[in-house]
């Protein structure tokens, strides 16, 4: 993936190229005009805790180990004294076995669920606010320079969003530097997929950033909040309880950033404002998908 020569390059960056994550469909356009165009695979995947199955999500199926641990974590079904022993996957049936030190069981969990307004595996299981209420998030440093570095390079990176549209993308950041850009058809997959990869490689959140091209729904607040991950910007909108959860745990929540403007509506007094607006140039449109996956 090419980088301009002062940027240091992603640690995990989407590939548009792999063949396994599009597909060429024939079509006509809106003239009768035979079009060929790219667009994103989706198949399951079954995620199992020890010997009981979860979930079965529909994912694009790249990073099918970090999307179970992340989705584990995210849940709570995986606590930080769980000692996770192996990550089994067969792609031959779509499934991901991860193993703990100890037994564990969620039936309880399993019969209780709220249905959230996310795509594809849009469940939290019991109380959505479990674990928010003794929640402290670091005061971490955040730069408005950082944001426009951030959302200039994210969004002419290479990607699916960029290839085919109808996807999510999620990226960890450290100050102005992406590191793990994730991408899936929905939003929390790929927020699950950094949270695996966080539990895998033991990275911490406290100073890092989260940057979204979805919604900032409740879901992606508490998520956000239980990877212990400060800062969350997204391109896009948010929802009225999204800002209420981010105000109660002390969240910085950046929306509708584009170009040189965004809105913050909670955790602003993190925000140093060292960069002049004016200085930053308006996104071309080339870089904006037309009906792409918001």
């Known amino acids: ?17 792999a063949p396994r994550l ?4 024939r079509g006509v356009d809106h003239a009768g005009q ?4 790219s667009v994103v695979e989706e198949r399951p995947l079954t995620i199992y805790l020890n010997s009981q199955e979860i979930v079965t999500a529909m994912t694009i199926g790249d990073y099918p180990e970090y999307l179970a641990l992340g989705f584990l974590r995210n849940q709570a079904m995986l606590g930080s004294e769980d000692v996770v022993t192996g990550v089994d996957y067969d792609a031959d049936l779509e499934v991901v076995v991860v193993r703990t030190a100890r037994q564990t069981s969620h039936e309880d969990k399993l019969k209780k669920k709220t249905r959230t307004s996310g795509c594809a595996v849009g469940t939290v299981f019991g109380d959505m606010m479990e674990g928010l209420e003794d929640l402290t998030l670091p005061e971490a440093e955040l730069r408005a320079s950082w944001l426009y570095a951030l959302s200039a390079r994210i969004n002419r990176t290479p990607s699916l969003y960029l290839e085919a549209g109808a996807i999510h993308g999620t990226v960890l950041c450290h100050q102005d530097r992406p590191l793990v850009y994730m991408e899936d058809v929905g939003r929390h997959n790929a927020v699950d997929k950094i949270a695996g990869w966080m539990m895998q490689e033991r990275v911490a959140g ?20 239980h990877m212990g991950i400060p800062v969350l910007a997204s391109r896009s909108g948010f929802t009225a309880w999204g800002v ?12 509708r950033m584009r170009g040189k403007r965004f809105v913050c509506l909670s955790g602003e007094e993190r925000i140093t404002w060292d960069a002049d607006p004016d200085s930053v140039p308006e996104e071309p449109g080339k870089h904006r998908r037309k009906g792409g996956g918001q």
């Open 244 to 255: 209420e959860i981010a105000r109660q745990v002390g969240l910085t929540l950046i929306g």
């Open 206 to 225: 406290g100073d890092k950033i989260l940057y979204t091209t979805g919604r900032l729904t409740s879901e992606m607040v508490i998520k956000t909040a």
């Open 34 to 37: 035979a079009q060929e165009i």
């Open 1 to 17: 993936m090419p980088t301009a020569p002062d940027a240091a390059p992603f640690l995990i960056a989407p590939d548009p190229s």
């Open 22 to 25: 599009t597909r060429v469909v």
